[in-house]
């Protein structure tokens, strides 16, 4: 009745290739856009529930739309290009700490040949895309071996980069600016002379980040680059075959992927950590970075989003369930048991559907559009 | 399809109604309640030198509502919220707890140099004191500029430079480390590096070779670490570890047949869970006590009567351990700054940011110490708006085989070699976090 | 004389320290080759292995049972143990998850590890439980030939000696047994297996066993190494290099690994990583592989993939 595209006709190829053909999905996007934009900070300012403290925005939304966005990320490189990795927390890991020594000014002595290269401290802006841009290099470098390498076997091979990185930034003083902790603290988050620093505005922050790159990301998937990214994951001979570059596919992939990630990275340091050391993006990291994509759905933005939240939140709702309710046991054991619970329910989800909430989202839209009379 | 629909339902209806748990659960809490979360590891790769931790600044809590009816009538309500260890799930129970109880958290005492340094770029903006004891930022010392962190009792850096006195008493004096060579196999974390800036100094002042050898987390492979040792033979290894770390460099140590009474852990590597697994192997193994050691002491027997003794307390199998007494410690000196602003705001809940006034404004005495019941395992600390650590002594302890046996006297750590430290790193950290200093002279 | 003597030192050391690895390798190793599984929960079995093994005799030494007694129980109530974990494995989640694809697999092994590592703390409890089967100490061998001695580590020696023995046995078990040969069938061709009789979802079972019994083993190996502790499970990231440089498929492999992968990060943590900074031996065995992978994709000693349009 109400989810039906009858009636709705194309009359040109560029409405037939729109990012979202059905008017339904396009409001409910408008919706949930401006709920996000405006109806959330809208609560917030007035502490309506469920805002009422800034829990649910410094500990469960700012988090989950950085997540969410790193899961893109990975979604383009593991999902679209089938190439998996799980070095994502080092690719996060390069994005916060490039874009904290732009942040804080480069300076590279280069004394035997009588020079040095200085940079003076960027603006928060630039410096976060410009983490993502060196995430993006380092990306494509670490790319390379996906050209020889496949399947499991690359996913081990990108653990080089998740230890190499975690060893690079722990070691090497230049990049914590020889703090002798080696823990770093985000400069203040100033945009165009405008001081980002309550929850709300830093929620905003993110949206911002957010919606853009999963519509550049959404765009990017149905056009040319990402049908090639497609077709490298379905067969990669094949592909060849037909006539896509797999070295050019690859390593797009890899960078916008690493770009993404990147970008991520750097918000997940300034914005939510404000103060990390590399344990930060360890390679627990780039586990639950893999999961998100999984269970949200291989190949899917909005699955992207909700594999972010169910992963997210799952044992953040789980821990505090037996306190709510009053049940008295101990941390411990709750601790323990949002692990079992937590596994258990990620087999179970594999099992049943191992394409994804995204899967089970089109199964529904299916089932919507003959409601409520199905032939 | 029954199964999908089913498991989307499941998955679905979990959420959600955790989140109505979640979010429903309102402050339930009488109004005459101080609230005191605790952010503890119970699981994990560092439980086992979390659990004793967490059970005694539980049960000192327990004791004081039990004995005293919580602090001159306001009960203490505290609870525990499991980090793991990880920061960001640290930040996370620190945002869920911070706002709780009719006045919101007394203050944090996080357990970890990582989570510390993630809570010290929040607490300004929620005006909640960090209670480190013996860890944490070493340049926390300076109220001015750290308003909001209280490095009780001692910082890396005091531990470090301890430790070089009491290889300098060793040695027969501090003339005697000239060309000595000093090694430290430490955590490759925050918390393992900070000492390195002390010892860094130490080594130009005393003439000693100093050379720093990391280990990566978790520290179970070390082998190539104490080969390297065995080849260089230093006189000294100073060992900052922390959980199964501890235990492997003791193994790996005796492995390479290095004696471990030349081994000196920080006061975080001498703990009953660090040599115990090593077992013979551990016997000579010395380190630093932040003051205290194992032991029972007046507040073990208060404990014992009005809590296990009501069925109550969870640390029985930690009574008396290192990093069970510690925890009382930590609870101590947390509950004290409680009673301190009571007296300056009036018996009720009070903010954190009253509770910051009883932590610049306490003062355990000897007597006061010996009253509340920690003679033997505490001398005075004196807090104040520019010291924000309070005391710098520490002893020495050496592991038996089945006991630890205080070895040494108090050393006082060096002030004029710390201070210049603490003044310059922490202007840095201002600079860059753009802080104006707070005027101590002003307040009161 | 006296570099010679550390080089050999470090190089000894090396090469068993990474027999230990390979222990661990030899369990991904099975279960890869027979059901095309890459088992990341391996590592939290070796740790519920130790628990339950260590667990069980802590409580029959308390109770009186004469030490080698108990430690023959305490075997043996592991083993159940393990095969219980097995059964439930194959039945649960493996079962049901055939025929999907490599990635899912490994989730859901990764969603095993969860749960291993969450149920075996919660039933015999987080805190570090030391294990002395073997001898901790070292030998000085060569004392006239080097000063000092060469050091070699009395309980690296045994891990080797297990090592050789439980490659020996698993090379009987596939090589002269019915279900053995059986084994190597279905991870030539499962369908092809099932047409001819084999029960694949028993055999799937037997590996799982055969991999927990070998976890069973590194337990005792390593529990008397580290304490039976959490730490355990991140042995697993440690014999994933391992894994790589020998090749998923093949067990002789594991143990060539393991020993490239020991003596290779030793020699370079003593060695270079002084230059550098240190600790960099946890790269340095993936950096290892990865440069093995790119002369190989398939590792030193695994089966060519060969693939078709």
Not at chain 1, 33 to 55: C, E, K, R
Not at chain 1, 301 to 330: E, K, N, T, W
Not at chain 2, 316 to 330: A, E
Request: glycine share 10%.
């Amino acid at each position: 009745m109400l989810y039906r595209e009858a009636g709705q006709f194309k009359t040109s190829y560029a409405a037939d290739m729109a990012i979202f053909p059905i008017r339904q999905d396009r409001i409910a996007l408008i919706i949930l856009l401006l709920f996000a934009f405006i109806g959330i900070p809208l609560l917030a300012h007035f502490q309506l529930w469920p805002l009422g403290s800034d829990y649910m925005l410094r500990a469960i939304l700012i988090p989950f739309l950085i997540l969410a966005l790193a899961a893109i990320g990975v979604n383009i490189l593991v999902g679209y290009c089938g190439q998996i990795s799980l070095g994502s927390g080092a690719f996060m890991a390069i994005g916060a700490y490039s874009a904290y020594k732009f942040g804080t000014g480069v300076h590279i002595p280069l004394e035997f040949i009588g020079t040095e290269i200085k940079i003076a401290p960027l603006p928060v802006l630039p410096s976060i895309l410009l983490g993502g841009l060196m995430s993006a290099i380092v990306g494509i470098l670490f790319g390379m071996p996906s050209l020889r390498i496949k399947g499991l076997y690359l996913a081990v091979a990108t653990l080089a980069a998740q230890f190499f990185f975690d060893w690079v930034f722990l070691r090497v003083k230049w990049f914590t600016n020889y703090a002798p902790s080696g823990s770093v603290n985000a400069p203040e988050l100033s945009f165009f002379g405008y001081l980002v620093h309550s929850p709300i505005e830093r929620y905003l922050l993110c949206l911002i980040f957010v919606t853009l790159f999963a519509l550049i990301a959404k765009n990017l998937v149905r056009g040319n680059i990402g049908r090639q990214w497609m077709a490298i994951r379905d067969m990669d001979i094949a592909a060849e075959l037909m006539g896509i570059r797999p070295l050019y596919a690859k390593l797009s992939a890899f960078a916008v992927s690493s770009f993404i990630v990147g970008v991520a990275g750097a918000l997940w340091a300034f914005v939510y950590l404000g103060s990390w050391e590399p344990l930060a993006f360890s390679i627990d990291r780039s586990l639950q970075l893999l999961f998100m994509v999984i269970i949200g759905g291989l190949g899917s933005i909005l699955g992207s989003f909700l594999g972010a939240a169910f992963i997210l939140i799952l044992p953040i709702l789980l821990d505090q369930v037996p306190h709510a309710l009053g049940v008295p046991i101990s941390v411990e054991t709750v601790s323990l048991l949002v692990f079992i619970v937590t596994g258990a329910l990620i087999c179970y989800l594999l099992i049943v559907e191992p394409h994804g909430f995204a899967r089970l989202w089109s199964i529904a839209k299916e089932k919507l559009r003959l409601w409520p009379f199905p032939y | 399809m029954l199964r999908k629909t089913l498991a989307f339902a499941t998955a679905a209806s979990a959420v959600l109604s955790g989140a109505g748990i979640m979010l429903s659960a309102g402050p339930a809490m009488a109004q005459n309640e101080q609230f005191i979360p605790r952010l503890v590891y119970r699981t994990g790769a560092y439980a086992p030198n979390g659990i004793p931790f967490a059970n005694g600044a539980a049960d000192y809590i327990t004791m004081l509502n039990e004995r005293d009816g919580g602090i001159n009538g306001i009960k203490l309500v505290m609870e525990e919220c499991e980090t793991g260890y990880a920061t960001d799930k640290g930040v996370e129970c620190y945002e869920r707890l911070k706002g709780k109880g009719p006045t919101g958290a007394a203050y944090f005492s996080p357990l970890s140099t990582g989570i510390t340094f993630a809570l010290t770029e929040k607490a300004p903006g929620d005006k909640i004191p960090l209670l480190t004891t013996g860890y944490g930022r070493s340049e926390s010392r300076n109220g001015a500029v750290f308003a909001w962190n209280f490095i009780a009792v001692g910082s890396y850096w005091t531990a470090a430079d301890i430790a070089i006195q009491h290889i300098a008493k060793e040695l027969g004096g501090f003339d005697k480390l000239k060309g000595k060579k000093i090694s430290l196999v430490y955590h490759d974390s925050p918390y393992g590096k900070e000492p390195i800036a002390a010892l860094e100094v130490r080594a130009k002042l005393n003439g000693f070779n100093f050379k720093a050898i990391p280990v990566t987390h978790p520290g179970v492979e070390q082998k190539s670490q104490w080969l390297a040792i065995r080849q260089d033979r230093p006189d000294y290894v100073l060992l900052w570890g922390w959980g199964v770390m501890n235990s492997t460099s003791i193994k790996e140590a005796a492995a390479v047949a290095y004696p471990r009474d030349k081994i000196i852990g920080v006061w975080w590597s001498g703990a009953e869970p660090d040599v115990i697994p090593a077992g013979d192997q551990a016997k000579g193994y010395k380190a630093l006590m932040l003051q205290h050691g194992a032991g029972q002491f007046a507040v073990h027997a208060d404990i014992e009567k009005n809590v296990y003794a009501k069925g109550q307390g969870v640390g029985k199998d930690t009574f008396g351990q290192v990093l069970y007494n510690r925890g009382l410690i930590d609870s101590l000196i947390g509950t004290e700054a409680i009673r301190t602003a009571q007296a300056k705001f009036g018996k009720k809940p009070l903010t954190g940011e009253e509770v910051r006034w009883g932590f610049e404004n306490l003062n355990l005495t000897a007597a006061r110490i010996k009253e509340l019941g920690f003679e033997g395992m505490l001398a005075p600390i004196k807090f104040s708006c520019e010291d924000h650590q309070g005391a710098d002594q520490g002893r020495v302890h050496q592991w038996d085989g089945k006991e630890w046996k205080i070895i040494s006297d108090f050393y006082t750590a060096d002030r004029k070699i710390l201070d210049p430290m603490v003044a310059e790193y922490s202007a840095k950290y201002a600079a860059e976090k753009k802080i104006t200093p707070r005027d101590c002279s002003k307040e009161k | 004389m006296v570099v010679l003597g550390q080089f050999l030192e470090v190089l000894i050391g090396g090469l068993l320290a990474g027999v230990l690895y390979s222990l661990v390798a030899l369990g991904f190793v099975l279960i890869f080759k027979a059901s095309g599984v890459f088992n990341f929960a391996q590592g939290a079995m070796v740790l519920l292995a130790g628990l339950a093994l260590v667990r069980s005799l802590d409580f029959m030494v308390a109770r009186g049972i004469p030490t080698w007694a108990a430690i023959v129980l305490a075997l043996l109530f592991a083993a159940v143990v393990m095969a219980i974990t097995a059964a439930l494995i194959q039945k649960l989640v493996l079962g049901p998850l055939v025929n999907q694809s490599d990635l899912s697999l490994f989730m859901a092994t990764i969603g095993i590890t969860f749960v291993l590592e969450g149920a075996g703390q919660m039933i015999f409890g987080s805190d570090v439980y030391p294990l002395s089967l073997f001898p901790t100490d070292a030998w000085f061998i060569l004392d006239g030939l080097f000063e000092g001695g060469l050091l070699v580590n009395k309980l690296d020696v045994w891990g080797g000696l297990i090592a050789g023995a439980l490659v020996a046995v698993l090379a009987i078990f596939f090589q002269r047994t019915k279900t053995g040969r059986a084994l190597r069938a279905v991870a030539d061709d499962h369908a092809a297996a099932e047409s001819v009789g084999i029960p694949i979802t028993w055999i799937w079972f037997v590996v799982w066993l055969v991999a927990g019994l070998v976890a069973l083993t590194a337990a005792t190996v390593w529990g008397t190494k580290l304490g039976v502790q959490f730490s355990i499970v991140f042995l697993a990231l440690k014999a994933l290099p391992v894994l790589i440089i020998g090749g998923f498929t093949s067990v002789p492999g594991a143990i060539v690994g393991g020993l490239i992968v020991g003596a290779g990060e030793k020699i370079a943590e003593v060695y270079l990583g002084q230059q550098i900074g240190g600790g960099i031996e946890y790269w340095f065995a993936y950096v290892l592989a990865l440069a093995v992978l790119l002369v190989r994709p398939q590792g030193l000693f695994g089966e060519r993939i060969i693939e078709r349009i």
